[in-house]
Nanobody
Framework: QVQLVESGGGLVQAGGSLRVSCAAS????????MGWYRQAPGKQRELVAV???????HYADSVKGRFTIGRDNAKNTVYLQMTSLKPEDTAVYYC????????????????WGKGTLVTVSS
């Protein structure tokens, strides 16, 4: 019923910039928050940044000052603008939508995208 599709991943050199985007589709009534998580090989998935419908944001300490999260509520899209990238930023980045209400399911549910790979070379 709800699908999240990420785009924009790829290869980039250290110090460079990259923007990943995510679009949610389906019979969506509302979304409480959308965010980005990442998972490096052999590591646990971790929160990178999150933004609420009202515009409040939260960033992991490791990306503060370098990454910016934004959203378009009308289009149910979210993006992550990454600058000053470091090799340790290399990971699969997953889009998350929390508290999603649809026409067939009024209680809030969480949905995940399939992920997009970001590789930062040294």
């Amino acid at each position: 019923q709800v699908q999240l599709v990420e785009s924009g991943g790829g290869l980039v050199q250290a110090g460079g910039s990259l923007r990943v985007s995510c679009a949610a589709s389906g019979s969506i009534l509302s979304v409480n928050a959308m965010g980005w998580y990442r998972q490096a090989p052999g590591k646990q998935r971790e929160l990178v940044a999150v933004i609420t419908t009202g515009g409040s944001t939260h960033y992991a300490d490791s990306v503060k000052g370098r990454f910016t999260i934004g959203r378009d509520n009308a289009k149910n899209t979210v993006y992550l603008q990454m600058t000053s990238l470091k090799p340790e930023d290399t990971a699969v980045y997953y889009c998350n939508a929390a508290g999603v209400r649809t026409t067939s399911r009024l209680n809030g549910m969480d949905y995940w995208g399939k992920g997009t790979l970001v590789t930062v070379s040294s």
